[in-house]
Nanobody
Framework: QVQLVESGGGLVQPGGSLRLSCAAS????????MSWYRRAPEKERELVAL???????IYADSVKGRFTISRSNARNTVLLQMNGLKPEDTAVYYC?????????WGKGTLVTVSS
């Protein structure tokens, strides 16, 4: 079992920054893929960024150059630094842990970008 708890969401003005954190606990494998997804109102959930020990980092085109994903294996934490936020980044952001057929989700944290 793996438990994921996201934090760091909130209200921010366009152009601002937020840092999301995902704290993982349980049977954590350092080889697992950790990802951030988001679901905007009335839209499908989409991949924002992922990090793996083999492939490094991958980002959605919409966030490249603005968002940075990082991981601390020692602390079982995955961060998402979000800079240059835009109104279209407004969504619930979810942390995901995947290893083979094992797949876990956090409950999400709301990010609202508005003036």
């Amino acid at each position: 079992q793996v438990q994921l708890v996201e934090s760091g969401g909130g209200l921010v003005q366009p152009g601002g920054s937020l840092r999301l954190s995902c704290a993982a606990s349980g049977s954590i494998l350092s080889s697992a893929t950790m990802s951030w997804y988001r679901r905007a109102p009335e839209k499908e959930r989409e991949l924002v960024a992922l990090i793996t020990s083999i492939h490094g980092t991958i980002y959605a085109d919409s966030v490249k150059g603005r968002f940075t994903i990082s991981r601390s294996n020692a602390r079982n934490t995955v961060l998402l630094q979000m800079n240059g936020l835009k109104p279209e980044d407004t969504a619930v952001y979810y942390c995901n842990y995947r290893s083979g057929t094992v797949n876990y989700w956090g409950k999400g944290t709301l990010v609202t970008v508005s003036s």
